[in-house]
């Protein structure tokens, strides 16, 4: 008999280092729903997205865009009365959804992570000019020209950088991350 | 002399380079020495943990073996920064596997973390190390007059790490009260202001925004104090874009609280990198005005 | 055959226990190899049995023992925990001393454990060896007659303490009802209405309480507390505490004109949560029993400068005494119940209720109080301000309880509280109410019915636990409010819902000193706080001491008639062992052999029970039988080995491992 793996497990398997208790202690009682601050945005709550967990409906979660707009507050994890660690859940199913390339559309989230995470590999440094294009054109209109009138105004007032940082061990620093995960798939 | 490794964070070299300023010029004052951390890089913010987990604790890790061989405590300016290097020590200490295939990892660049790094917020040095008493002795221009909401954020205080209060905490209040600011009752201290969601999220996070900015001018405060680059960003430099959105006229300064530590201990506002603001601090308190919907 | 067994007939009985030993043991092999092997054991006869517990199995034993003059036994069945009892009463039947039979377990400890049908069987066969070998030390014993002092000792004077005491007292035996505070009543005389009858609490309590202070077998002693007890079952021997009232009780007529006159005021944070005033010199209630004042020292302007004694001026009978002394006084009595109650749940420490920051934020007990028409707002229900009606109400229920960072327990009677203050509301005010739920947990008789009847009052259910309370308006319409941020859990949503008043149904707690109580008498509390039972399911006023009863909240969170139920039941067992005048207690107990012991002391604070007292002019250990509960910790402990047990001697351990280990098992080869 084989025993195939659910999508509760396979989730819990990507909360290698977290603490908290397991996602099939949650008595639904709604605390993380009603602490969270963009839950009003989410097509479903993080309550809804633990019980869609429990039920193994791996592809209405995968399609919801709960868990990227959540902004690891942590306010829920704290306020949980059976101790499950919610936001690190959110994060589980961030990486789960970018490892299976399956997310709801027009999410910048997704594409944004992955710009910066090239950014990183490339000079061990952040440098904001390079991420704006992963996610400026995703933007409509007014949104693009706004944001363009505070990059400049951040240029003029010397807060933006203009040449990007890098570490002095580059080449360490890349083959760590070599270590840790192939390079194909990050450059 | 109290010395630590300093850990400033990607933001603070220009975005928050106020920031940096002013945490430099106080800890001198106060008496605490922060040694910048060599070839530090970045701690990987939220969004490494959207990729993989075990790469977000290899990039802290690095950090905090080049801070082990210093022998100091890191202090880290930044709530985001602080929180991933705390938890990073937290969980390498408690999982050996984590902790081996993460060494593994280091050996590249020569290093090696045995857990034996603590980490602090910038803010605990002030509030703990230094003390408000200590603070109180050293002010020489206390801000007398000046209504502050002391703007927490969330990765200061939560995950809660041992038993503190996560709700209702007082330690940025207390510093307030003793560089002779007056703290205000701020209900929405510890939520959070967007973070990344700015970008991602826009319109939730200028929502978390407008919120923020409308508690602070309902409570008559005349300047948020925050602690973390990324919060003052979001309810700075897009204030303007919030007022957009949402047709409110806020026009509320948002300085980091080592400023106005700073004016109080009577250093320039050069020196403390007054200046660079989008929404310039009045030299005294203005009235400010209830804006409804 | 060695000397100790020439002389005995040991009868071997194996039980199936239908397929649980049966199924995995070879019982009638084993059977078959004792008879044969064991015979240089004593073994004299060999028997198995489906059920041996069943009469019919416990006839087959005291047949044998009659016919083959059986003078040991031996069971191999399940674990002594259940049926020692019974074989040893068997026994008992057929004239054999109930301890020389030796139960092993070969279910509990064999075949409930193992899988492997070979391996089971040798191992039953050791093991029943082994019980052979023992049983030869067996002593005939005798239990232990202690006579039964006929006063009981009940301490707390909550509904649970009363109703025990007045059985007692009806039956005719003599009882002293302690309790702390100046007044009887405990917790119940602070509440207004009690669900689900709505019966009014001061109604249906003060007959009671009146009744308890009047009984001529009852000794109330009010504003008092146990400081001391020693002694064991039947024969305890009890210090109180009689606090100063500073008022002499056979003078006083309770007349009230000291408060009256007093002229300190002070809140009362006790009785009337914080709500109201009292004087320094006050009773806590109208119906206080006894109806005698006592006097705040601490807050009492004589004590404190010197000056006023009001009081003393206006007695018309001259008993106020500020010269009034605490008194110690021992008692005699046979049995102890512990009635103690239960402490709030102090919802200060859910910050994100508001509770001490809001001004409007109430607690449960603060809302019994102004709904109480007594009480400090004559019934009115009204916000902080003191006149101000509200206009919409939220309750939440699960205040501190069901949460890991408080209590991860359920309180129990919250649900039901919810709704009656939902009901009352409505009643007081015509608001609208808004109850805050997870599950709603209205079991018992009329219980659910008192929901259906809350539903359709038209108060509204919104299923989902209380984010946070919240004076931060965000929107128009929510100025000046409380808002309530929680999520709908059955619409999906997350909703702020403005109110006027929000009450928090909080939970119950152990008392603060339960643990420091629970060691005076001698009992244990579990990792929650609350006093263990003897058995959770069967025997829920009965603890591990002999002599000592739980009852009402001091067990566990529980509504007013399960309180009453059980002080009404630990009532009956007092009269039960009064009535007998003496208790027997199991004779497996441990002693000090004199010669041996040479004064070190180790085991004096190793006893649970307190049962070893150091005996100054010998300068050795003297273990008090009657208190011994033969657990064996003094035993293992003694470094010179003076100390043994009948029932556990060393000889008797011994021999059990020689027979496991070396008698006639052929050992498996590895």
Same mark, same amino acid.
């Given at each position: 008999?084989?025993?195939?793996?659910?999508?509760?497990?396979?989730?819990?398997?990507?909360?290698?280092?977290?603490?908290?208790?397991?996602? &099939?202690?949650?008595?639904?009682?709604?605390?993380?729903?009603?602490?969270?601050?963009?839950?009003?945005?989410?097509?479903?709550?993080?309550?809804?997205?633990?019980?869609?967990?429990?039920?193994? &409906?791996?592809?209405?979660?995968?399609?919801?865009?709960?868990?990227?707009?959540?902004?690891?507050?942590?306010?829920?994890?704290?306020?949980?009365?059976?101790?499950?660690?919610?936001?690190?859940?959110?994060?589980?199913?961030?990486?789960?959804?970018?490892?299976?390339?399956?997310?709801?559309?027009?999410?910048?989230?997704?594409?944004?992570?992955?710009?910066?995470?090239?950014?990183?590999?490339?000079?061990?440094?952040?440098?904001?000019?390079?991420?704006?294009?992963?996610?400026?054109?995703?933007?409509?209109?007014?949104?693009?020209?706004?944001?363009?009138?505070?990059?400049?105004?951040?240029?003029? &007032?010397?807060?933006?950088?203009?040449?990007?940082?890098?570490?002095?061990?580059?080449?360490?620093?890349?083959?760590?991350?070599?270590?840790?995960?192939?390079?194909?798939?990050?450059? | 002399?109290?010395?630590?490794?300093?850990?400033?964070?990607?933001?603070?070299?220009?975005?928050?380079?106020?920031?940096?300023?002013?945490?430099?010029?106080?800890?001198?004052?106060?008496?605490?020495?922060?040694?910048?951390?060599?070839?530090?890089?970045?701690?990987?913010?939220?969004?490494?943990?959207?990729?993989?987990?075990?790469?977000?604790?290899?990039?802290?890790?690095?950090?905090?073996?080049?801070?082990?061989?210093?022998?100091?405590?890191?202090?880290?300016?930044?709530?985001?920064?602080?929180?991933?290097?705390?938890?990073?020590?937290?969980?390498?200490?408690?999982?050996?596997?984590?902790?081996?295939?993460?060494?593994?990892?280091?050996?590249?660049?020569?290093?090696?973390?045995?857990?034996?790094?603590?980490?602090?917020?910038?803010?605990?040095?002030?509030?703990?190390?230094?003390?408000?008493?200590?603070?109180?002795?050293?002010?020489?221009?206390?801000?007398?007059?000046?209504?502050?909401?002391?703007?927490?954020?969330?990765?200061?205080?939560?995950?809660?790490?041992?038993?503190?209060?996560?709700?209702?905490?007082?330690?940025?209040?207390?510093?307030?009260?003793?560089?002779?600011?007056?703290?205000?009752?701020?209900?929405?201290?510890?939520?959070?202001?967007?973070?990344?969601?700015?970008?991602?999220?826009?319109?939730?996070?200028?929502?978390?925004?407008?919120?923020?900015?409308?508690?602070?001018?309902?409570?008559?405060?005349?300047?948020?104090?925050?602690?973390?680059?990324?919060?003052?960003?979001?309810?700075?430099?897009?204030?303007?874009?919030?007022?957009?959105?949402?047709?409110?006229?806020?026009?509320?300064?948002?300085?980091?609280?080592?400023?106005?530590?700073?004016?109080?201990?009577?250093?320039?506002?050069?020196?403390?990198?007054?200046?660079?603001?989008?929404?310039?601090?009045?030299?005294?308190?203005?009235?400010?005005?209830?804006?409804?919907? | 055959?060695?000397?100790?067994?020439?002389?005995?007939?040991?009868?071997?009985?194996?039980?199936?226990?239908?397929?649980?030993?049966?199924?995995?043991?070879?019982?009638?092999?084993?059977?078959?190899?004792?008879?044969?092997?064991?015979?240089?054991?004593?073994?004299?006869?060999?028997?198995?049995?489906?059920?041996?517990?069943?009469?019919?199995?416990? $006839?087959?034993?005291?047949?044998?023992?009659?016919?083959?003059?059986?003078?040991?036994?031996?069971?191999?069945?399940?674990?002594?925990?259940?049926?020692?009892?019974?074989?040893?009463?068997?026994?008992?039947?057929?004239?054999?001393?109930?301890?020389?039979?030796?139960?092993?377990?070969?279910?509990?400890?064999?075949?409930?454990?193992?899988?492997?049908?070979?391996?089971?069987?040798?191992?039953?066969?050791?093991?029943?060896?082994?019980?052979?070998?023992?049983?030869?030390?067996?002593?005939?014993?005798?239990?232990?007659?202690?006579?039964?002092?006929?006063?009981?000792?009940?301490?707390?004077?909550?509904?649970?303490? =009363?109703?025990?005491?007045?059985?007692?007292?009806?039956?005719?035996?003599?009882?002293?009802?302690?309790? /702390? $505070?100046?007044?009887?009543?405990?917790?119940?005389?602070?509440?207004?209405?009690?669900?689900?009858?709505?019966?009014?609490?001061?109604?249906?309590?003060?007959?009671?309480?009146?009744?308890?202070?009047?009984?001529?077998?009852?000794?109330?002693?009010?504003?008092?507390?146990?400081?001391?007890?020693?002694?064991?079952?039947?024969?305890?021997?009890?210090?109180?505490?009689?606090?100063?009232?500073?008022?002499?009780?056979?003078?006083?007529?309770?007349?009230?004109?000291?408060?009256?006159?007093?002229?300190?005021?002070?809140?009362?944070?006790?009785?009337?949560?914080?709500?109201?005033?009292?004087?320094?010199?006050?009773?806590?209630?109208?119906?206080?029993?006894?109806?005698?004042?006592?006097?705040?020292?601490?807050?009492?302007?004589?004590?404190?400068?010197?000056?006023?004694?009001?009081?003393?001026?206006?007695?018309?009978?001259?008993?106020?005494?500020?010269?009034?002394?605490?008194?110690?006084?021992?008692?005699?009595?046979?049995?102890?119940?512990?009635?103690?109650?239960?402490?709030?749940?102090?919802?200060?420490?859910?910050?994100?209720?508001?509770?001490?920051?809001?001004?409007?934020?109430?607690?449960?007990?603060?809302?019994? /109080?102004?709904?109480?028409?007594?009480?400090?707002?004559?019934?009115?229900?009204?916000?902080?301000?003191?006149?101000?009606?509200?206009?919409?109400?939220?309750?939440?229920?699960?205040?501190?309880?069901?949460?890991?960072?408080?209590?991860?327990?359920?309180?129990?009677?919250?649900?039901?509280?919810?709704?009656?203050?939902?009901?009352?509301?409505?009643?007081?005010?015509?608001?609208?109410?808004?109850?805050?739920?997870?599950?709603?947990?209205?079991?018992?008789?009329?219980?659910?019915?008192?929901?259906?009847?809350?539903?359709?009052?038209?108060?509204?259910?919104?299923?989902?636990?209380?984010? $946070?309370?919240?004076?931060?308006?965000?929107?128009?319409?929510?100025?000046?409010?409380?808002?309530?941020?929680?999520?709908?859990?059955?619409?999906?949503?997350?909703?702020? =819902?403005?109110?006027?008043?929000?009450?928090?149904?909080?939970?119950?707690?152990?008392?603060?000193?339960?643990?420091?109580?629970?060691?005076?008498?001698?009992?244990?509390?579990?990792?929650?706080?609350?006093?263990?039972?003897?058995?959770?399911?069967?025997?829920?006023?009965?603890?591990?001491?002999?002599?000592?009863?739980?009852?009402?909240?001091?067990?566990?969170?529980?509504?007013?008639?399960?309180?009453?139920?059980?002080?009404?039941?630990?009532?009956?067992?007092?009269?039960?062992?009064?009535?007998?005048?003496?208790?027997?207690?199991?004779?497996?107990?441990?002693?000090?052999?004199?010669?041996?012991?040479?004064?070190?002391?180790?085991?004096?604070?190793?006893?649970?029970?307190?049962?070893?007292?150091?005996?100054?002019?010998?300068?050795?250990?003297?273990?008090?039988?009657?208190?011994?509960?033969?657990?064996?910790?003094?035993?293992?402990?003694?470094?010179?080995?003076?100390?043994?047990?009948?029932?556990?001697?060393?000889?008797?351990?011994?021999?059990?491992?020689?027979?496991?280990?070396?008698?006639?098992? $052929?050992?498996?080869?590895?």
């Amino acid at each position: 008999m084989t025993d195939t793996i659910t999508f509760g497990q396979e989730v819990s398997n990507l909360l290698h280092a977290a603490e908290g208790e397991p996602l &099939k202690t949650c008595i639904q009682c709604g605390t993380c729903s009603g602490t969270c601050p963009v839950a009003g945005y989410m097509d479903n709550s993080p309550r809804q997205i633990i019980a869609l967990i429990n039920l193994g &409906k791996k592809d209405q979660v995968l399609e919801s865009n709960t868990f990227w707009y959540c902004a690891s507050c942590y306010y829920c994890t704290v306020r949980c009365p059976q101790e499950i660690n919610i936001t690190e859940l959110m994060y589980a199913l961030k990486r789960y959804s970018i490892w299976k390339s399956r997310y709801k559309e027009g999410l910048i989230g997704p594409t944004f992570s992955e710009a910066f995470v090239k950014m990183i590999v490339r000079g061990g440094r952040s440098f904001e000019p390079i991420l704006a294009t992963s996610y400026i054109f995703s933007f409509n209109t007014r949104e693009f020209v706004q944001e363009i009138q505070g990059a400049t105004e951040l240029l003029l &007032k010397g807060r933006l950088p203009v040449l990007p940082a890098r570490i002095k061990r580059l080449e360490n620093f890349r083959r760590m991350i070599g270590r840790i995960i192939p390079m194909g798939g990050l450059e | 002399m109290k010395e630590f490794a300093y850990f400033p964070g990607c933001s603070l070299e220009k975005m928050a380079s106020s920031y940096h300023m002013s945490a430099m010029e106080t800890t001198k004052q106060l008496g605490v020495k922060l040694n910048e951390l060599d070839d530090w890089n970045c701690c990987g913010a939220t969004t490494y943990f959207y990729i993989d987990e075990l790469l977000a604790y290899t990039l802290c890790a690095r950090n905090l073996a080049i801070a082990e061989k210093t022998g100091l405590d890191v202090v880290a300016p930044c709530s985001a920064c602080y929180k991933n290097m705390f938890f990073t020590v937290a969980h390498l200490k408690k999982d050996a596997d984590l902790a081996e295939h993460v060494n593994f990892a280091l050996e590249e660049d020569n290093l090696h973390f045995s857990g034996n790094v603590n980490v602090k917020h910038l803010i605990e040095v002030f509030a703990q190390d230094i003390g408000p008493d200590e603070l109180k002795r050293k002010v020489t221009k206390p801000l007398e007059g000046m209504r502050v909401a002391p703007y927490y954020g969330c990765q200061i205080v939560r995950p809660q790490k041992e038993k503190e209060d996560v709700e209702q905490p007082q330690f940025f209040e207390e510093m307030l009260t003793a560089i002779g600011a007056t703290p205000v009752n701020y209900p929405l201290k510890m939520r959070c202001c967007g973070g990344s969601l700015i970008i991602s999220s826009r319109t939730a996070a200028l929502t978390m925004v407008r919120n923020l900015l409308q508690s602070a001018v309902d409570a008559q405060a005349t300047v948020i104090a925050t602690a973390c680059p990324m919060c003052q960003v979001n309810l700075e430099v897009y204030q303007q874009q919030v007022n957009l959105e949402f047709g409110t006229n806020f026009s509320v300064p948002v300085m980091y609280f080592t400023q106005l530590v700073g004016l109080a201990l009577g250093i320039s506002n050069k020196k403390l990198g007054i200046g660079k603001e989008f929404v310039a601090m009045a030299p005294t308190p203005l009235p400010v005005q209830k804006t409804w919907d | 055959m060695d000397k100790k067994r020439e002389n005995e007939k040991i009868g071997v009985y194996i039980c199936h226990c239908g397929t649980n030993i049966a199924g995995v043991v070879n019982v009638g092999e084993v059977s078959a190899w004792a008879a044969e092997n064991l015979k240089d054991q004593g073994v004299v006869i060999s028997r198995d049995y489906k059920f041996m517990c069943s009469s019919l199995g416990q $006839e087959l034993i005291q047949k044998d023992i009659k016919e083959l003059g059986l003078t040991r036994v031996v069971v191999a069945a399940c674990s002594p925990h259940l049926h020692e009892k019974t074989f040893r009463n068997a026994c008992k039947g057929a004239d054999l001393n109930p301890y020389l039979c030796e139960l092993v377990s070969i279910r509990e400890q064999d075949s409930w454990v193992h899988t492997d049908k070979v391996a089971a069987t040798e191992k039953a066969k050791a093991i029943i060896s082994g019980g052979v070998s023992r049983v030869a030390y067996h002593e005939a014993l005798e239990p232990l007659r202690v006579p039964i002092h006929p006063a009981t000792l009940v301490v707390g004077g909550g509904i649970a303490g =009363i109703q025990a005491a007045l059985e007692i007292a009806d039956a005719g035996f003599p009882v002293y009802l302690v309790e /702390r $505070e100046p007044s009887i009543g405990g917790h119940m005389a602070q509440f207004d209405k009690t669900f689900p009858t709505l019966d009014c609490s001061a109604c249906i309590l003060t007959p009671r309480m009146v009744e308890a202070g009047t009984h001529p077998n009852i000794t109330l002693m009010t504003y008092s507390e146990v400081v001391n007890v020693s002694g064991y079952v039947g024969n305890f021997n009890v210090t109180i505490k009689q606090k100063a009232r500073c008022v002499k009780t056979d003078l006083c007529t309770g007349c009230g004109i000291c408060q009256e006159k007093c002229p300190k005021k002070v809140i009362d944070d006790v009785y009337e949560a914080g709500l109201g005033y009292r004087k320094a010199v006050y009773t806590p209630f109208a119906q206080a029993v006894p109806n005698f004042p006592v006097m705040d020292k601490e807050n009492c302007t004589y004590f404190i400068k010197g000056t006023c004694k009001a009081c003393e001026k206006f007695c018309p009978t001259q008993a106020i005494d500020f010269t009034q002394q605490d008194e110690l006084m021992d008692v005699q009595v046979g049995n102890i119940i512990l009635a103690t109650g239960y402490d709030l749940f102090d919802a200060r420490r859910v910050s994100n209720y508001g509770y001490g920051r809001l001004a409007n934020v109430f607690t449960s007990i603060e809302f019994e /109080r102004m709904s109480n028409a007594a009480g400090p707002t004559s019934g009115h229900i009204v916000l902080r301000d003191g006149k101000t009606v509200p206009k919409s109400v939220g309750i939440i229920h699960c205040v501190g309880s069901r949460d890991k960072n408080f209590n991860n327990y359920c309180s129990v009677i919250c649900c039901m509280q919810g709704l009656k203050f939902a009901h009352l509301v409505h009643e007081h005010t015509g608001a609208n109410v808004y109850n805050f739920y997870i599950d709603m947990r209205t079991a018992y008789k009329a219980y659910d019915e008192f929901y259906q009847r809350v539903l359709e009052e038209g108060t509204l259910f919104v299923r989902g636990k209380v984010a $946070e309370v919240t004076d931060a308006a965000r929107m128009p319409g929510e100025e000046g409010k409380l808002i309530i941020q929680v999520e709908d859990t059955l619409a999906g949503k997350q909703r702020r =819902i403005p109110v006027d008043m929000v009450i928090l149904s909080s939970g119950l707690q152990p008392r603060r000193d339960a643990k420091e109580v629970g060691k005076m008498f001698g009992i244990s509390c579990s990792t929650d706080g609350w006093f263990t039972e003897r058995h959770p399911k069967l025997d829920p006023v009965a603890t591990m001491t002999e002599g000592v009863y739980i009852v009402g909240c001091a067990q566990g969170p529980k509504d007013i008639p399960s309180s009453v139920a059980q002080g009404a039941a630990a009532s009956a067992r007092v009269l039960d062992k009064i009535l007998q005048k003496e208790v027997a207690l199991e004779p497996i107990k441990a002693s000090v052999n004199k010669e041996m012991c040479s004064g070190c002391r180790i085991c004096n604070g190793l006893c649970p029970f307190n049962a070893i007292a150091f005996i100054e002019d010998d300068k050795v250990s003297d273990i008090n039988p009657a208190l011994c509960q033969g657990c064996g910790t003094c035993v293992a402990a003694c470094p010179a080995g003076a100390i043994s047990g009948t029932g556990f001697s060393d000889a008797q351990i011994m021999a059990q491992i020689d027979g496991l280990l070396f008698r006639n098992i $052929e050992l498996v080869k590895a």
